[in-house]
């Protein structure tokens, strides 16, 4: 078993409040990923949980049991950090094996247990190497494979592959989401990558502020966000998001486009609102029945695509395209909206109204 439950979260450091009641229940074996930028409280939440941090309210459970008061030791979890923490003057065997030894297991368990985690992390050849003689990327395994050497009730991972360059990093995501299968345990881990949370994760948390804002599925979470804030957050490009109302059946921006009414709409008239289109639901190259006008501003071409920039008024639109399309800036454009895909946000509350229509 390996459920984790951390429920009205709060913690003030001084004047700043970096937990404002966080609310997380983590299913026994899932990979959950808790996504928010910098500040919002990421690692005070996963030291929370490991017992690392005194909490002003709330309460932590492992597998049900309250253990909101045990020591770090009690609560059986292994916790794999942003920098590596390896021993310095220990070869990766010994670093390895550091966590069996404090526990006193056999030094026939111990070799049994290298080398397994070993195998499955790929660091055969590198056992004898002290950190000073391997990559980062090789220390990050390394200090991977001390973590995943016993058995805890789960594994908390504080944005462990930050410090690697951008290629080791997609080789990492996919070698952990391969670990975590083979594994089968529970991993909560935190960053502030939507790619990496949205590639890893069977759910992400998204955290703003010290605030849980939607709990989900990485598909859920980017097709039906629950306000304004989680659909900029998550996706790249970033989604467009247009200020417009209703008016009988038509949406009406404030720079004085029109659209259609999304059928699913129950917006009222005249209440404000936001539109969000993501990129993938417009298109300068397609003709459709909703379409707004506007003028090329720039392309960006990033080889598998290109983002089109146009300028609707003074709001812009980011646009994906196909990588070979062509445009100078100012030229006037048409830009097609797929409505049904559409986004609309209670422009007050930053809530979302899709969901409610469709
Ligand atoms: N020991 C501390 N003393 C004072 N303030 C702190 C302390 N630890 C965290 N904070 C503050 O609490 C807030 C949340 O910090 P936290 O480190 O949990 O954020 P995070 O989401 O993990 O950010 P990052 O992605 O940058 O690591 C921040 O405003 C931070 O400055």
Redesign the pocket.
């Known amino acids: 078993m390996g459920t984790v439950a951390a429920h009205g979260l709060r913690?003030s450091?001084?004047e700043?409040?970096?937990?404002k009641g966080v609310d997380l229940d983590v299913p026994d074996g899932s990979f959950f990923v808790?996504l928010?930028?910098?500040?919002?409280?990421?690692?005070?939440?996963?030291?929370a949980i490991a017992g690392l941090?005194k909490l002003d309210a709330g309460s932590v459970h492992l597998d049900g049991r309250d253990a909101t008061h045990d020591t770090p030791a009690a609560r059986d979890l292994a916790m794999v950090f942003?920098s590596y923490a390896l021993y310095p003057r220990r070869t990766a065997y010994e670093n390895i094996a550091s966590p069996l030894r404090a526990r006193r297991a056999s030094s026939g368990e111990i070799a049994a247990a290298v080398e397994q985690v070993s195998e499955l992390l790929h660091i055969e050849r590198l056992l004898e190497r002290r950190p000073a003689q391997m990559s980062g990327g090789e220390q990050q395994r390394v200090a991977l494979a001390r973590a995943l050497v016993r058995r805890p009730r789960a594994f908390l991972m504080?944005?462990p592959l930050t410090n690697l360059d951008l290629k080791l990093r997609v080789e990492m995501r996919t070698e952990l989401t391969r670990i975590h299968r083979s594994l089968g345990g529970t991993f909560v881990y935190?960053?502030?990558d939507q790619v990496e949370a949205l590639s890893m994760a069977d759910q992400v948390a998204v955290?703003r502020e010290?605030q849980v804002q939607q709990v989900g599925t990485p598909t859920e979470v980017y097709e039906r966000p629950a306000n304004q804030w989680v659909a900029g957050f998550v996706g790249s490009p970033r989604i467009s998001l247009l200020a417009c109302q209703v008016r009988g059946d038509q949406l009406v921006g404030d720079r004085g486009w029109t659209l259609p009414r999304p059928r699913w709409s129950t917006a009222r008239d005249g209440q404000p609102l936001m539109l969000g289109l993501r990129a993938e639901d417009l298109s300068v190259e397609k003709r459709g029945d909703a379409s707004l006008a506007g003028e090329l501003y720039g392309l960006e071409p990033l080889g598998d695509r290109t983002v089109v920039d146009v300028k609707v008024g003074t709001e812009m639109l980011k646009v994906k395209a196909r990588p070979a399309v062509t445009g100078s800036p100012g030229e006037r454009l048409s830009v097609a909206v797929d409505l049904d895909r559409a986004h609309l946000f209670d422009a007050s509350t930053g809530l979302t109204l899709s969901e409610v229509g469709r």
């Open positions: 913690k450091f001084g700043v409040e970096a937990l808790v928010g930028p910098s500040g919002a409280g990421k690692t005070t939440t996963l030291r941090e942003q504080d944005e935190v960053t502030n955290l010290g």
